[in-house]
């Protein structure tokens, strides 16, 4: 079993970054898929991006070419760096870890087993 800890969350302006960080413990993370989702108030829990244990990587469309998901195995953690944010990002986000998949990264969260408890990010207009 893995445990996966979020940070690096927090208040930006439009249009700035935030890096956000996902450690794990447990078990190394080279034995998942990784994802990030976020679910902002009132509303459902959303993918945002993956990368699988192979290294292949899925964006959600309304981030690609903004966000980027880097995995360091040594370090077990891996990383969303979130460029240009929007306000409509404000989310909790959240980290999770795909047990199944090797080559595909998986968009659904259903298919994750495991997740850490979020970090909120703010996006201020």
């Known amino acids: 079993q893995v445990q996966l800890v979020e940070s690096g969350g927090g208040l930006v302006q439009a249009g700035g970054s935030l890096r956000l960080s996902c450690a794990a413990s447990g078990r190394t993370i080279n034995n998942y898929g990784m994802g990030w989702f976020r679910q902002a108030p009132g509303k459902e829990r959303e993918f945002v991006v993956a990368i699988s244990r192979s290294g292949s990587t899925n964006y959600a469309d309304s981030v690609k070419g903004r966000f980027t998901i880097s995995r360091d195995n040594a370090k077990n953690t891996v990383y969303l760096q979130m460029n240009s944010l929007k306000p409509e990002e404000t989310a909790v986000y959240y980290c999770?870890?795909?047990?199944?998949?090797?080559?595909?990264?998986?968009?659904?969260?259903?298919?994750?087993?495991?997740w850490g408890q979020g970090t909120q990010v703010t996006v201020s207009s």
């Open positions: 999770a870890a795909d047990a199944g998949s090797v080559w595909y990264a998986n968009r659904e969260a259903a298919q994750y087993d495991y």
